[in-house]
Protein backbone atom coordinates (compact mmCIF):
# COMPACT_ATOMS: atom_id res chain seq x y z
CA UNK A 1 0.00 0.00 0.00
CA UNK A 2 1.24 3.26 -1.16
CA UNK A 3 0.52 6.69 0.96
CA UNK A 4 0.64 9.98 -0.18
CA UNK A 5 0.56 12.45 2.04
CA UNK A 6 0.15 16.09 1.05
CA UNK A 7 0.87 19.29 3.23
CA UNK A 8 1.37 23.48 2.44
CA UNK A 9 -2.23 24.63 1.56
CA UNK A 10 -3.14 27.46 4.03
CA UNK A 11 -4.99 30.79 3.13
CA UNK A 12 -3.53 33.32 1.12
CA UNK A 13 -4.20 37.02 -0.67
CA UNK A 14 -4.00 37.46 -4.05
CA UNK A 15 -0.52 37.62 -5.48
CA UNK A 16 0.85 35.76 -2.79
CA UNK A 17 2.51 32.67 -2.80
CA UNK A 18 2.43 28.95 -1.48
CA UNK A 19 4.05 25.62 -2.06
CA UNK A 20 2.61 22.72 -2.07
CA UNK A 21 4.52 19.21 -0.52
CA UNK A 22 3.52 15.38 -1.40
CA UNK A 23 5.30 12.54 0.13
CA UNK A 24 5.00 8.84 -1.00
CA UNK A 25 5.46 5.87 1.72
CA UNK A 26 4.89 2.61 1.38
CA UNK A 27 6.23 -0.74 -0.54
CA UNK A 28 6.64 0.22 -4.34
CA UNK A 29 9.41 -0.37 -6.76
CA UNK A 30 9.50 3.02 -8.57
CA UNK A 31 7.43 5.81 -9.01
CA UNK A 32 6.60 7.40 -13.10
CA UNK A 33 4.89 10.56 -13.43
CA UNK A 34 3.10 12.76 -10.49
CA UNK A 35 0.62 14.78 -10.86
CA UNK A 36 -1.03 17.83 -9.10
CA UNK A 37 -4.72 17.98 -9.51
CA UNK A 38 -7.49 20.53 -7.99
CA UNK A 39 -11.04 20.71 -7.58
CA UNK A 40 -12.76 23.97 -7.23
CA UNK A 41 -16.09 24.07 -5.79
CA UNK A 42 -18.55 23.01 -8.23
CA UNK A 43 -16.23 22.86 -10.99
CA UNK A 44 -14.82 19.84 -12.52
CA UNK A 45 -11.40 18.63 -11.54
CA UNK A 46 -8.80 19.85 -13.14
CA UNK A 47 -4.90 18.45 -14.20
CA UNK A 48 -2.73 21.60 -13.12
CA UNK A 49 0.93 19.99 -13.17
CA UNK A 50 2.79 16.96 -14.24
CA UNK A 51 6.10 15.91 -13.87
CA UNK A 52 8.05 12.27 -15.18
CA UNK A 53 10.50 10.64 -13.59
CA UNK A 54 13.02 12.43 -15.73
CA UNK A 55 11.78 15.36 -15.00
CA UNK A 56 9.73 16.48 -17.85
CA UNK A 57 6.60 18.44 -17.24
CA UNK A 58 3.33 19.93 -18.27
CA UNK A 59 1.08 22.68 -17.01
CA UNK A 60 -2.21 23.44 -17.59
CA UNK A 61 -2.73 27.24 -19.59
CA UNK A 62 -4.34 28.32 -16.40
CA UNK A 63 -1.09 27.69 -14.20
CA UNK A 64 1.76 28.23 -16.67
CA UNK A 65 4.42 30.88 -15.70
CA UNK A 66 2.90 30.95 -12.19
CA UNK A 67 3.44 27.65 -11.10
CA UNK A 68 6.18 25.19 -11.18
CA UNK A 69 6.43 21.51 -10.33
CA UNK A 70 9.58 19.61 -9.16
CA UNK A 71 10.37 16.67 -7.24
CA UNK A 72 13.01 14.54 -5.11
CA UNK A 73 13.50 11.25 -6.56
CA UNK A 74 15.50 10.28 -3.46
CA UNK A 75 13.02 11.17 -1.44
CA UNK A 76 9.64 10.83 -3.04
CA UNK A 77 8.29 13.60 -2.71
CA UNK A 78 6.85 16.32 -5.25
CA UNK A 79 6.52 19.93 -4.51
CA UNK A 80 4.03 22.51 -6.62
CA UNK A 81 5.28 26.25 -6.06
CA UNK A 82 2.90 28.27 -6.77
CA UNK A 83 3.27 32.05 -7.26
CA UNK A 84 0.78 34.96 -8.29
CA UNK A 85 -1.89 33.23 -6.30
CA UNK A 86 -5.55 33.97 -7.43
CA UNK A 87 -8.73 33.73 -6.18
CA UNK A 88 -9.53 31.29 -9.21
CA UNK A 89 -6.97 29.16 -7.78
CA UNK A 90 -8.65 28.47 -4.89
CA UNK A 91 -9.63 24.97 -4.67
CA UNK A 92 -8.76 21.24 -3.12
CA UNK A 93 -5.23 19.89 -4.01
CA UNK A 94 -4.85 16.65 -4.92
CA UNK A 95 -0.89 14.76 -5.38
CA UNK A 96 -1.40 11.45 -7.83
CA UNK A 97 1.54 9.24 -8.03
CA UNK A 98 2.15 6.50 -10.83
CA UNK A 99 3.13 3.65 -8.82
CA UNK A 100 4.71 0.72 -10.07
CA UNK A 101 4.84 -2.43 -7.28
CA UNK A 102 7.49 -4.92 -7.39
CA UNK A 103 6.37 -7.36 -9.55
CA UNK A 104 5.56 -4.89 -12.19
CA UNK A 105 1.91 -4.19 -11.67
CA UNK A 106 0.74 -0.37 -11.41
CA UNK A 107 -1.70 1.45 -10.11
CA UNK A 108 -2.67 5.75 -9.42
CA UNK A 109 -2.36 6.52 -5.88
CA UNK A 110 -4.06 9.42 -4.40
CA UNK A 111 -3.56 11.56 -1.57
CA UNK A 112 -6.64 13.23 0.69
CA UNK A 113 -5.83 16.59 -0.42
CA UNK A 114 -4.65 19.97 1.02
CA UNK A 115 -7.11 23.20 0.88
CA UNK A 116 -5.69 26.38 -0.56
CA UNK A 117 -7.81 29.47 -0.42
CA UNK A 118 -7.07 32.91 -1.90
CA UNK A 119 -8.30 35.81 -1.25
CA UNK A 120 -8.72 39.11 -3.24
Known amino acids: QVQLVESGGGLVQAGESLRLSCAAS????????MTWFRRAPEKERESVAT???????KYSESVKGRFTISRDNTKNTVLLQMNSLKPEDTADYYC??????????????WGQGTRVTVSS
Open 26 to 33: GRFFSIND
Open 51 to 57: ITSGGDT
Open 96 to 109: SAHVILPGGKSYWA
